[in-house]
């Protein structure tokens, strides 16, 4: 590698002027905002104006472009994925290409002057404000030399890791967390990462992975919004109400959780008053999680994505019901099975859940004869097999040896955190308390997780049963789902991981079909007969606590390091030991940006793997693989747990424990494992050895708390 190694230490040591990575951060999340309207808007605008989906060439421009977001997510990923496992890469810029040239053509033929939709200063401006909360909740805020990244960083360093092996490795990717002898496949729902790593290959160096997850979290918040405006104008249909004020309703309560700040202040009371050493870094940790939507899509806006893909997939099964002819059916039928097959790769559980009401919705409709829609739903759900049969069979074969042989799924009771005060007895077996315990505190759990949707929910079931007249199609298929959501999220968990994913991002379609009866539900509530004085009087008191359950949510996530890094709240440990993350993250990540401009994309560079969880700044900031992410190679990702062991204790040589000694030389080291640059970090212990490698070698790049240093040969292969 040809590197001025000399001059980057002195350099470091005698001051280089202060990087603005707050702006980098703004400017490259921009730009790939801008970008992703070639991927995540355009294609779906050109696929629903050449088939004339839901009448789309008669509709209006509010209609065309609230719809086409919804169907660019449903569509794009799984199309992205089959044109690049099968064909190349090349293919895949060519798809988007030729939906770019229809939809420019479609532009010409259209009237010059196209009348602004009535109501979008309002729209406009949401967008924009969400705009804003996206860019300054996510990015690193920055106060001279001190760098802050907000708590959700730690699951967004894990899918920024998988965003740029993506770019780097092709589709299928290679996990970026393990590298043996051989590369391994990953094992995880990547399609959404995937949508995002476009922007970054497009344009590298002024488009992190991570920038590029920012900017794919801002198309997936809009697109939540879309969903919610075509479902009350194709599915809760209600024509004597204004579709503007309803669609407006629906998108600002997207906006609440339940009441998690009732919890969190008696948490936060409690810490106060000395009987708790920690804070949670998100509200949302009091419990097993129940994520609502501004929450969902900040933390993973994967299972959002997931959500719209199947929602839309399910409208378009829905409305071959309607359609005339045969070839109509078909069409239907199948683009709903291709949204189904995106859903699968974005978001397993969501598409596990999904499933599973579509085999029931599909024997209601047996039952009732809806013929059209039976055989929608069938074609359907062979084509979704079929598309999705690759990147199931990828998965198969990246859990080799990595333990993925166990059950996806166990029985459960849906844990309740406060269940722990409750005693039990001696001898009390574990599925007696989960039955008496958590089944019995279910409806307190649920109250305090659902909040205002909780009494939505109470309010259609009153309204349901006295009716005295049969359900609507929409209103049956909408309990179905709100059950099977429901009651797969109370009974079963994953087993996968520790985490319940099952139980967090399986309840998001029932909490959507609560959303959109909630529109209706508020516009109706002043109707003589509706609700009670009481209930209303609720609704408004449980919405002014989810309103500020959602503040303190922002407030804590993106202030949470800064408060600990002065002394306010505990620092976390996967963050930093000290007082000093600041400082300490401000020079990691200049460490990382000098990695990413002097190493080729598929470089190797190795921390010490004995980490605090997880290294979250070299997956964030570094855009490059490491041999061992940690002292199990994160083999839940792919790989075989017993080929991380001797990687592991090899590299623990170099990085002993404090008052071990350095057993290896880096020389050794690096001729035995594929490493291009070897980092050294002030919180490791053999930082404090005076004699050990990391002040006898000669490093690459070196500041007050990182140094780099070039492994042997494979520094080679890094320059070029």
Request: aromatic share 12%; proline share 5%; net charge positive.
């Amino acid at each position: 590698m040809r590197l001025a190694a000399s001059g980057a230490v002195r350099e470091a040591e005698t001051g280089v002027p202060i990087h603005h990575f707050m702006g980098e951060d703004l400017a490259g999340s921009l730009l790939a905002i801008c970008l992703l309207t070639l991927f995540l808007w355009t294609p779906g605008y050109s696929l629903a104006w050449l088939l004339d989906l839901f009448d789309f060439r008669r509709r209006t421009v509010a209609f065309r472009i609230a719809f086409s977001l919804p169907l660019s997510i449903a569509v794009c990923p799984i199309v992205t994925y089959l044109v690049g496992r099968f064909v190349s890469m090349t293919a895949v810029w060519g798809f988007y290409a030729a939906a770019a040239v229809v939809f420019a053509a479609i532009h010409r033929r259209l009237p010059r002057r196209i009348g602004l939709p009535a109501g979008w200063a309002v729209f406009a401006g949401i967008s924009a404000v969400w705009l804003g909360l996206t860019l300054l909740h996510l990015v690193d805020l920055q106060w001279g030399e001190r760098l802050y990244y907000p708590t959700n960083s730690f699951d967004y360093s894990l899918r920024a890791a998988l965003t740029h092996a993506i770019g780097a490795t092709g589709i299928p990717p290679q996990s970026p967390l393990f590298l043996p002898d051989h590369p391994v496949m990953l094992r995880y729902h990547y399609f959404w990462p995937m949508m995002g790593s476009l922007t970054n290959q497009i344009a590298p160096r002024w488009i992190s992975a991570r920038q590029a997850e920012i900017a794919s979290t801002f198309w997936c918040g809009l697109g939540m919004m879309a969903l919610v405006a075509i479902c009350l104008r194709l599915f809760l249909v209600k024509p004597a109400a204004s579709l503007r004020r309803r669609t407006l309703i629906g998108i600002l309560l997207l906006g609440i959780t339940g009441l998690d700040i009732l919890p969190g202040i008696f948490l936060l009371w409690q810490y106060a008053m000395g009987t708790m050493d920690f804070v949670l870094p998100s509200l949302e940790c009091w419990n097993e999680y129940v994520d609502w939507f501004l929450h969902s899509v900040i933390w993973a806006p994967h299972a959002v994505a997931a959500l719209i893909a199947a929602f839309t997939g399910f409208l378009s099964i829905s409305h071959a019901a309607k359609v005339s002819t045969r070839r109509a059916v078909l069409c239907y039928g199948a683009l709903g099975g291709m949204a189904l097959a995106s859903t699968v790769g974005i978001s397993v559980w969501v598409a596990f859940v999904f499933g599973i009401f579509l085999t029931i919705w599909t024997l209601v409709c047996l039952w009732k004869r809806w013929r059209r829609e039976t055989v929608a739903l069938l074609l359907a759900g062979v084509t979704a097999i079929v598309l999705a049969w690759p990147y199931l069979h990828d998965l198969q074969s990246a859990s080799s040896g990595a333990g993925g042989g166990g059950h996806l799924v166990e029985l459960t009771v849906r844990a309740f955190s406060f269940a722990g005060l409750v005693p039990g007895w001696h001898g009390m077996g574990k599925w007696t308390r989960l039955i008496l315990v958590n089944g019995s505190l279910l409806p307190v759990n649920y109250f305090l997780e659902f909040g205002f949707f909780f009494l939505i929910g109470a309010v259609k079931w009153r309204q349901f049963r006295t009716a005295g007249r049969p359900l609507a199609r929409h209103d049956l298929a909408c309990i179905v789902l709100l059950a099977t959501s429901t009651l797969i999220c109370t009974f079963l968990k994953s087993a996968v991981i520790g985490n319940n994913d099952l139980g967090w991002r399986g309840f998001l379609p029932a909490q959507f079909v609560l959303l959109l009866w909630s529109v209706d539900v508020w516009i109706d509530r002043d109707r003589r007969g509706s609700l009670s004085p009481l209930v209303k009087q609720l609704m408004v008191v449980f919405i002014g606590l989810g309103v500020a359950g959602s503040a303190y949510e922002v407030a804590i996530t993106r202030l949470y390091p800064v408060l600990a890094d002065r002394g306010v709240l505990p620092p976390l440990d996967w963050m930093a030991p000290d007082r000093q993350f600041g400082a300490r993250n401000y020079a990691t990540r200049e460490a990382y940006e000098w990695v990413r401009s002097a190493t080729a994309e598929n470089a190797v560079v190795q921390y010490n793997p004995a980490v605090a969880k997880q290294e979250t700044a070299a997956m964030l900031y570094g855009d490059r693989r490491a041999v061992a992410a940690d002292m199990s190679c994160n083999t839940s990702f792919g790989g075989d747990p017993e080929q991380c062991k001797p990687i592991v204790a090899r590299l623990e040589q170099l990085y002993p424990g404090a008052g071990e000694p350095v057993s290896a030389s880096l020389q050794d080291v690096c001729r035995e494992l594929p490493i291009d640059v070897l980092v050294a970090k002030d919180t490791d212990a053999v930082w404090a050895d005076g004699e050990s490698w990391v002040w006898r070698e000669k490093p690459l790049f070196a500041n007050r708390y990182v140094r780099l240093f070039g492994c042997g040969a494979g520094s080679q292969r890094a320059g070029r």
